[in-house]
């Protein structure tokens, strides 16, 4: 495919119209329905000229605040240096705008390295005209069938939907309570000055409620303790909950809006059911 | 500056600020704030003890805060005024109440702690406002990591460390440890074209030239040959005059130029050096160490551009320059407040010196009325007559800060001078040409009672008339003077042999105080200035040069050879602004031919030129194609514009000419103007850049053709928002806010590939259908377009110009275009005195720089116009009693200055022929001297005694 020559301008439309229609009612699913009311009828007396129909780059751009920015690439490779996706895939961040906009569809909404970017946003950061590369990767996501997408990232969303907690670990209330309680009572006796050292649980009305990634609790209880150090010595009132407490969101990861969503509504549901001021997320 | 500083009619007002400003064009009230200098400028005699004895150590504004100066100071060693300041922030006794050093030490008592604020009221007709910019600060981007490590420098930090007068005297050397760099990195377009964390969308127009001349100063300035340089960009933008060659140059010089912009500069070990990683264009992730990292700062708007906009009522562009159009280009939008330099928009010098011009001439034009009303003239005292005088030479030895020093050894010139035969006085500077320099030159005359001076420093054709002015003052002749150029044919010449460079200087040395001992008075001739211009070429820069001169009272002959006024703008549809060319162009036209100071001669054509500035005379055909009707006239002027123009290059690439759908910009502009019908029609376009441009036949930058194409571009997509539109180029050079138009164009959807010039695209017909096919370097592979239309941006060239050549004496570049005096210093003098350019056959240029330079070439015009009469160079030939009349001389002379005349030999009836030479004509060239077998026409000051002293000198040390 990469050695082929680009067919761009009038003649390609004309020939490979239908093809391409095709490939999109397979990839775009859901999205094409959305835009299909922005295109307009043929007319009759223009037969000869090629219909222009959207490009996928055009149609992220009609859901983005300033079509975010993704016209304005002056091609400078700053997204690419620092990129750490780099070179994965024989793909970097400016190859991928560049493919987008030259409308190679077809090989943008296949490519795995959509799933090898880590969303650090690195390349907006310093992007001159503030390119949300980001943002078309997420798209692109998005376009995938959800079966297709990637199991580890897939199984750790669908992990987190199974239990209030959120965690992707899939520990439970009690398990999780276990943990803390356990944790906090062994610094208590083991280690002189924190005598009185609690992790507080669902402990109503505290200023901060303060999320976990749940890999800790599974894998390294130890290390949630430096911050509950922290938090005593300075005298914070803070708690932990039983409920949406995980930190992490594969689900947005995944590109899955409906379960990140639902993920989200959770956590806001526990913070405000402890009456918390402010939420913490350690992730 | 110098000049400046000197000047009758220039009053200065330094440390002083505009606080409010009342009335209107013509009668402007400005009342101006003068902050006190706690130093009588009167007493000053700018000795530096106060600096010397001040305590007070503060970052030195000038040097980028890279070194340090006193709360007593002088900015700069070449300060004019040369007058010391105390700065009141920083004083101790003024902050404190304690100390006062500088009052117990200054020997002539000027330093007055009572100094008073004083607000006074100015009358002017008209404001010209040139505050500057304000370099951009990239603290603010931290993945550059400036302020925090620090060998990650800004440009103009570079530029100080570079610099002779600069903190290290030019030896570069690293903030971090102090040592040389080799490895130098400069990134480029830093807080330009960016809207994220910046507001500059706008492109600086300035950086990518004054990074190639760093590196190429860093290569001269370095000790060993193993520098490293490298500067990472986006575009290069080399579009000026020549800047195409210095591009390609450093090139050659071995400087890297990697399209690539690093992500985040890292510290090295220990915060010494930094590491950057960057993606190159072949998809290749490197890792690099370098010993400093410049950042290349783009130029903003100054800090208070928005208080002046207020104060004067005058609107500013959404970056904060003052908004103008391309036809007013220096006018504000408050009448008679003028604006120029980089205050209008990101610029060099050429252009900002241009500009400077223009609004002085837009002055004039405004003060036409009450022109010399309030001019003063300089009166020099009586000259003292030396000719009876043995020769007391005074040598004056240039460290040109370290042009020279850095090279020659100087000290041992100075001492070398001593020895020679007449000198009684040397000594050397640090900037021969400075202000004070000039005074202790002065003093220097009348201590040594000197009455020969040499200046051994650089050339003589930027600084003779300052050092002789500085002899008129002292009352000495300005042409008992002699330079050494021991800079420009020397130092910088012979960088890495700097012995015999200090013994080729002595020998320098030697022949001028052999020839200045030769050196006798002359006078130069006066002659009426003739008020009245002429201008060749009936385009937009011909034509507002006439209407300059003409609403200024000058008489103006336009000279046009076709048959109509207008040229290239005829053709053209709308400046980068938006403004419409036709309607303006029109309206040009109409007022240049019905102004009752200008006539308008259409199918003329000039014959020849004699005379000199102020009093030329021309030979002019009328008709002349119309061999019937043709009518030859004299018309006699004292300035002349040559604005003869430029054309679209043709080319036979890309199918042109094969093919109706191929065309050149010019040609599809009449489809966007006229034919929506068949653009709406159509579904792709193609432009190709640089089409027979930069390329070894024709090496220069079009420099219009970017924003041309861009703006077509744009045009197409209001038609025809459903347009594919592809720019294909080598890189897009939208300089200054054109810039916004090449972000419009990408944001409406308009694809630019770049290509290289040993890939270009290749075009060919299929079936009847145009393809062009690109190699995409970010995709790495092959692009096939097919298009409806392809436009080929071909670019510029000069109209010839041999006839006029000849007829002037003027120079063209390699290119073919007309050669200003000096690209910085004289930007639209020719190097004939009395004659101007302006517009195409200078250099490809859009509209409103054509405007400008035409305004320019009046206010330059206008110094000599100002006159009623002319003081000519006293160079000139003249006649020996040897002279038998054999008039070989007159064959050779090439313009017509000589004649052969009969006279009667002292009254014995004897009739003998001589040669008569006519001073006016006379260029001082010598042909008649080195023609003539017998000593009878020789040339003042090249006489050949004198030349015979120099040529011994030089032979001295070898024979």
């Known amino acids: 495919m990469a050695d082929e020559i680009i067919e761009l301008g009038r003649k390609h439309k004309a020939k490979s119209d239908s093809k391409v229609e095709e490939k999109e009612k397979g990839i775009f699913n859901t999205l094409l329905s959305k835009f299909n009311k922005h295109q307009q009828p043929e007319e009759p007396q223009k037969a000869q000229k090629t219909p222009k129909k959207s490009i996928f780059k055009d149609k992220v751009m009609e859901l983005l605040p300033q079509g975010g920015n993704l016209n304005a690439c002056l091609s400078c490779g700053a997204c690419s240096s620092g990129c750490p996706a780099s070179g994965l895939a024989d793909m970097d961040p400016r190859k991928f705008l ?21 969303m650090c946003q690195r390349c907006i950061y310093v992007c001159p005209m503030k390119i949300d590369i980001p943002q078309l990767i997420f798209q692109v996501r998005k376009s995938w069938p959800r079966e297709d997408r990637p199991k580890g990232i897939r199984g750790s969303c669908d992990m987190a939907l199974k239990h209030e907690t959120c965690s992707a670990m899939g520990i439970s209330e009690e398990d999780w309570r276990f943990v803390v309680q356990d944790i906090a009572a062994e610094v208590r006796e083991t280690q002189p000055g924190f005598e009185d050292l609690v992790a507080p649980l669902d402990k109503k009305g505290a200023h901060f409620f303060l999320n976990q990634n749940s890999r800790e609790p599974a894998t390294e209880p130890d290390e949630m303790v430096p911050l509950w150090k922290i938090l005593h010595t300075v005298g914070a009132d803070w708690t932990y909950a039983t409920k949406g407490w995980a930190a992490e969101n594969y689900c947005m990861f995944l590109a899955d809006d409906e379960c990140w969503e639902k993920v989200v509504r959770i956590k806001a549901k526990a913070v405000d059911d402890l009456q918390c001021k402010v939420w913490l997320n350690t992730e | 500056m110098v000049e400046c500083g000197r000047h009758l009619n220039v009053e200065l007002l330094t440390l002083s600020e505009i606080i409010a400003v009342s009335g209107e064009a013509g009668d402007f009230t400005v009342t101006v704030k003068k902050s006190p200098r706690y130093i009588d400028m009167d007493k000053c005699i700018a000795c530096g003890i106060c600096t010397e004895k001040c305590p007070k150590k503060v970052a030195d504004e000038y040097n980028a805060g890279i070194s340090k100066r006193k709360a007593a100071y002088i900015k700069y060693g070449q300060t004019v005024p040369l007058k010391y300041a105390i700065d009141p922030k920083n004083c101790i006794y003024l902050t404190k109440g304690k100390c006062q050093a500088c009052q117990k030490f200054c020997p002539t008592g000027a330093i007055n702690f009572d100094d008073k604020e004083e607000i006074v009221k100015i009358n002017v007709g008209s404001v010209i406002l040139s505050p500057g910019f304000t370099p951009f600060d990239p603290s603010g981007l931290d993945f550059y990591g400036y302020g925090k490590y620090p060998d990650v420098i800004t440009s103009l930090e570079y530029e100080r460390l570079l610099s002779a007068s600069g903190p290290c005297m030019g030896h570069v050397v690293r903030p971090s440890d102090g040592k040389e760099p080799k490895k130098i990195a400069w990134i480029q377009c830093v807080g330009s074209r960016n809207t994220n964390r910046t507001e500059n969308g706008f492109c600086s127009s300035v950086c990518c030239m004054y990074a190639m001349k760093q590196t ?69 992730k490197i890792k690099e160490d370098f010993d400093m990292v410049v950042l290349s700062i783009g130029l903003g708007a100054p800090k208070d551009a928005g208080d002046l906009s207020s104060k004067f009522g005058f609107n500013l562009n959404n970056y904060r320059f003052a908004k103008t159009t391309c036809f007013e280009p220096v006018k504000s939008s408050q009448p008679g407040v003028l604006v120029t330099g980089t205050f209008r928009s990101s610029k060099a010098i050429p252009r900002s010196v241009t500009e400077a011009s223009a609004a002085a001439a837009e002055a004039a034009i405004m003060l036409a009325e009450s022109k010399n009303s309030l001019t003063k003239n300089k009166v020099y005292p009586t000259e003292i007559d030396v000719s009876d005088q043995e020769p007391r030479i005074g040598v004056f030895v240039c460290s040109c800060g370290i042009n020279i020093s850095n090279v020659v050894n100087v000290a041992e010139v100075v001492e070398y001078a001593k020895t020679l035969p007449y000198v009684v006085f040397t000594e050397n500077n640090l900037f021969t040409c400075s202000t ?56 910088w010449v012979h960088q890495s042999e700097p012995e015999k460079a200090t013994i080729k200087a002595k020998d320098q040395v030697r022949m001028a105080v052999a020839k200045v001992a030769q050196n006798y008075a002359l006078t130069r001739l006066k002659v009426d200035v003739v008020q009245k211009a002429m201008v060749v070429g009936g385009g937009l820069s011909g034509m507002t040069a006439a209407l300059a001169f003409g609403n200024q009272g000058y008489e103006t002959v336009l000279i046009e050879k076709g048959d109509k006024l207008g040229g290239n703008a005829l053709e053209l549809l709308q400046t980068y602004k938006g403004e419409d060319i036709g309607e303006h162009i029109n309206s ?45 006239k004299k018309i006699a002027y004292g300035v002349g514009v040559i604005a003869t123009g430029g054309k679209a290059s043709s080319t036979t690439e890309y199918l042109f000419g094969t093919d109706d759908r ?23 376009v193609v432009f190709i850049q640089c089409v027979g441009s930069r390329e070894p036949q024709r090496p220069y930058c079009s420099r219009l053709c970017c924003t041309h194409s861009v703006k077509s571009a744009i045009m197409l997509k209001e038609i025809n928002p459903d347009l594919n539109v592809y720019i294909l180029n080598r890189d897009i050079r939208t300089y200054g806010e054109r810039e916004d138009l090449y972000k419009q164009a990408r944001d409406a959807g308009v694809i630019f590939i770049r290509y290289e010039p040993n890939k270009k695209p290749n075009v060919y017909k299929k079936d009847n259908d145009i393809a062009v096919e690109i190699y995409d370097p970010i995709l790495m592979r092959n692009l096939r377009i097919f298009t409806d239309y392809l436009v080929l941006a071909t670019g510029v060239e000069p109209n010839d110009a041999k006839d006029l050549m000849d007829i002037f004496k003027f120079g063209v570049n390699e290119d073919g275009f007309l050669n200003e005096a000096h690209p910085k210093l004289r930007p639209v003098d020719m190097p004939v005195d009395g004659l101007f350019v302006a517009g195409l056959c200078n250099y490809p240029k859009p509209i409103e720089e054509s405007v400008t330079q035409a305004l320019a070439c009046v206010s330059r015009a206008g110094v000599i116009l100002a006159k009623q009469s002319m003081e000519l160079d006293a160079i000139k030939s003249y006649v020996t009693e040897k002279c038998d009349g054999c008039a070989v001389c007159i064959d050779v002379c090439p313009y017509m200055a000589l004649t052969l005349e009969e006279y009667q030999l002292n009254g014995s009836g004897r009739v003998v022929k001589r040669i008569k030479t006519d001073p006016a004509l006379c260029k001082g060239c010598g042909l008649c001297q080195s023609a003539c077998p017998k000593e009878g026409i020789m040339i003042h000051g090249f006489t050949l005694s004198q030349l015979k002293a120099q040529v011994d000198a030089a032979l001295e040390s070898v024979i």
């Open chain 1, 98 to 118: 560049r493919m987008a906009a030259l409308g190679l569809d077809d090989e943008i909404l296949k490519t795995e390295w959509a799933w090898m970017c880590t």
């Open chain 2, 436 to 491: 004070d320099t000039q005074v202790l030159i002065s003093k220097k005359i009348h201590e040594n009672r000197l009455n020969r001076i040499v200046v051994a420093a650089c050339s003589p054709r930027t600084h003779e008339p300052l050092f002789q002015d500085t002899l008129r003052e002292a009352g000495l002749n300005g042409f008992l003077f002699e330079m050494a150029n021991i800079r420009n044919h020397n130092s």
């Open chain 2, 662 to 684: 191929v065309m050149t910009p010019l040609k599809f502009d009449k489809y966007l103007k006229n034919d929506h019908k068949s653009l709406q029609d159509a579904d792709t």
């Open chain 2, 588 to 632: 040009i036209i109409e007022n240049v031919e019905n102004h009752e100071q200008i006539t308008v001669l259409k199918n003329t054509t000039i014959k020849s030129c004699s005379g000199s500035v102020g009093n030329f005379t021309s030979e002019i055909v009328i008709n002349g194609s119309n061999s019937g009707d043709s009518e030859v």
């Open chain 2, 216 to 284: 190429r100063i860093t290569i001269e300035h370095a000790a060993g040959n193993d520098q490293d340089l490298s500067i990472f960009y986006i575009d290069i933008r080399s579009h000026g005059k020549e800047f195409e060659r210095y591009y390609n140059e450093t090139i050659n010089k071995g400087v890297k130029f990697i399209r690539a912009r690093p992500h985040t500069i890292n510290p090295g070990k220990n915060n010494i050096g930094v590491q950057m990683e960057y993606l190159t264009e072949d998809g290749q």
